[in-house]
Each structure stands twice: as structure tokens, then as C-alpha cells.
């Protein structure tokens, strides 16, 4: 019999790890092992219990849980979940949960009545966490990354188009980062989605722009796509591209979640599929789940050039395998490889 995945809830509030361990109750693979109302307590009981998964609350008496997740790291890498009440003015805190190797981080409802609403996203999360080694937890943590002229920089490529539209999920946020640090300020226009919470991709994007030779900005609906500018779709709406005659533009808008997501690669790729047509190139890159794999087959069959992250150098493989499978991509690179063959395939057009 496969071994359910063990969980502890680090959370100060009674009503809410009530709340969580009644909505997973019925997952016959997952199990609440124990539960603590701040981190001293949750450290006696990981010591204890050892769980597979931590779900973890920011603010909690006695120790805050991003001091907590950053010693945890450092003494005893295991995922964790970071489960929280974010609020705008302290998303800047809190995105650094990401980048001190938290697996996700899903926004805590107002109302505890809603939270049964997030069990999809949740469980999906606690099973792709559970599967992560630890070689792939040091890889979540996202280390200083200094901008750097490409190795292969080609001579010139000032250029409105191709639209290089990119996917990501689980593990994105180091790879975008990877990617955004070797491209030269000259280059066309780039579209990114990164599964995040709503106010995160504000500071996303300012981290982005801090290390990248083009300007980051996250999209507020109604930017003209320009050459040496990345536009990244803000959590909690989705984006897409438009046409309005020989120019692009991106729209910001609310709707159903897609895959689980908001923003979701779905929308964007098959936006850039219907109005870039050929004149695009489509990257999907480490993340659970299949959100992006039908978008990028939709680009491929309109001409677009497509690019997948190997399963190496992916910390979840989910959204490249899926896209692989059906036979949506050209080309499976290494994330290292992947600004390289770029310029390269830019320049051959």
C-alpha cells in the first residue's frame, strides 16, 4: 500500500487548521499528522512527526513563519507550503517566501467559510511538493542572480517581433530569473505568465527589472508591445495579447480560473497563437500541472517556433511533459541553454 503523504500545519489560528484538516480529510492520499500554533511548536513537531509537507502561516506569535521557514532551510530542507493572509502592503514581505525556497504560496480566504473553495489548489500543491528531493528544494532557493552580456549575444536584434511569449509554474520564478538575467537589452518583446498571488508579481517584476538588461513591468492592460520591454501578467487576473493593425497590445482581465490559475499560460499562449501567428516563439517551463501544454500546441499549428525546458534542469516536470506529450514542442532545452538558442533562432529569421 503507497504511503500517504504526511502533513503539519504551522498556523496560530485554531479555526483555521480546523478548517484545513476538515477539507483534506477526505483525500485518501493525504494525511494530517499534526498541527502547531506557531514555530517553536511546529519545530518540535517536524523533529518529531517528520512530516513530508509543512504548511506554514506568515504571522504568528513568538516567531514569524519566514524566520522560521529561513532556518528551516538552512538546518532541515523539506517543502513547505506557505499558507497566509496577503495583504498588499505586506506582499513585499512575503514574496520573499519564494525566494527562501517555499514550494508555493496560496492566498489565505478573509472568510474560513471559503477555504473548502481552495481544496483543488491546495492538494495539488501538497502532492507536487511531496515529490520534490532535496536537490530540487536548493534549487527553489533563489540565489543573488546579477545580470550578465550574453555569451552568444548576436549583433543586433532590435526587432518588434518574433513576441516570445513564456509559461511557468513550481520552480519558475528561479528559471524566468535565469532567463531574464542573459537577454540583451535589444531584443523583442517578451509576455510572461508565472503562477503567483495576487500583489507578488508587483515585486516579481521589480526583482526582474533589477537584474535584466530590458524593462520589466507588470501589465496593467493596454501596453503597446515595444522591443526591450517584458511585460508579466499580474496575479489574480489573467493576460493576453491583442492586435489593432500593425501593432500588439496586452489586455488585463478578470474571469474563471483556468487550470487552477489565475493568471493562466492557457490564455496568454492562445492569444499569441491567434494574433502573432508565425510570428512568435513559445516557452513553457518548470511547473506542475498541464496549464500552457494545449496553448502551446495552438501556437506550434500557427507557426510559431516552441521551446519546453528539459526535465533536468525543471524542479517540477509537470508543464513540460504535458506540452512533450502532445507533440507541442520543436525543441527541449536546458534551462541554461534556452537564451543561447534564442539569439541563435532569432537570427537565422
Known amino acids: 500500500m503507497k504511503k500517504k503523504i504526511q502533513v503539519l500545519i504551522i498556523d496560530d489560528s485554531k479555526l483555521i487548521r480546523r478548517a484545513v484538516i476538515e477539507m483534506l480529510h477526505s483525500e485518501k492520499d493525504i494525511e494530517i499528522i499534526g498541527e502547531a500554533s506557531d514555530p517553536y511548536e511546529g519545530r518540535d513537531q517536524i523533529v518529531y512527526l517528520n512530516p513530508d509537507v509543512i504548511i506554514l502561516d506568515i504571522e504568528m506569535p513568538r516567531m514569524d513563519g519566514l524566520t522560521f521557514l529561513e532556518k528551516l532551510m538552512k538546518s532541515k530542507p523539506m517543502p513547505v507550503i506557505i499558507f497566509s493572509s496577503l495583504a498588499k502592503e505586506r506582499s ?25 473553495e481552495l481544496k483543488e489548489k491546495i492538494t495539488d500543491l501538497i502532492r507536487t511538493a511531496s515529490s520534490l528531493n532535496a536537490s530540487q528544494l536548493r534549487l527553489l532557493k533563489n540565489r543573488r542572480i546579477r545580470a550578465v552580456q550574453p555569451s552568444d549575444k548576436p549583433k543586433d536584434l532590435l526587432m ?11 520552480g519558475g520564478t528561479h528559471a524566468i530569473r ?7 537589452g535589444k531584443f523583442p518583446p517578451v509576455v510572461m505568465v508565472q503562477h503567483m498571488p495576487e500583489n507578488f508579481t508587483t515585486q ?34 489573467h493576460m493576453e495579447i491583442q492586435k489593432k493593425g500593425a501593432f500588439f497590445y496586452t489586455r488585463v482581465f478578470d474571469g474563471p480560473l483556468v487550470h487552477h490559475q489565475k493568471p493562466a499560460v492557457e490564455i496568454l499562449f492562445d492569444s499569441v497563437a491567434r494574433y502573432a501567428k508565425n510570428d512568435a516563439v513559445g516557452i513553457i517551463l518548470t511547473g506542475m500541472g498541464a496549464d500552457g501544454a494545449k ?55
Open 92 to 116: 513585499k514581505y512575503e514574496y520573499k517566501a519564494y525566494d527562501l525556497g517555499a514550494v508555493g504560496v496560496i492566498s489565505k480566504p478573509s472568510q474560513k467559510e471559503k477555504i473548502p
Open 160 to 170: 518588434s517581433k518574433p513576441i516570445i511569449a513564456i509559461g511557468a509554474s513550481t
Open 178 to 184: 535565469k532567463i531574464m538575467a542573459k537577454l540583451p
Open 204 to 237: 516579481f517584476a521589480a526583482r526582474l527589472n533589477e537584474i535584466s538588461h530590458l524593462n520589466v513591468l507588470e501589465a496593467k492592460g493596454g501596453e503597446q508591445l515595444i522591443n526591450g520591454t517584458a511585460y508579466l501578467a499580474p496575479g489574480g487576473k
Open 295 to 349: 496553448g502551446l500546441l495552438n501556437m506550434k499549428n500557427n507557426g510559431a517556433f516552441t521551446i519546453a525546458q528539459d526535465e533536468k534542469s525543471s524542479i517540477v516536470f509537470g508543464m513540460p511533459k504535458e506540452a512533450i506529450k502532445l507533440q507541442a514542442v520543436h525543441k527541449i532545452l536546458d534551462l541554461k541553454e534556452i537564451p543561447n538558442f534564442l539569439f541563435r533562432y532569432l537570427e537565422g529569421l
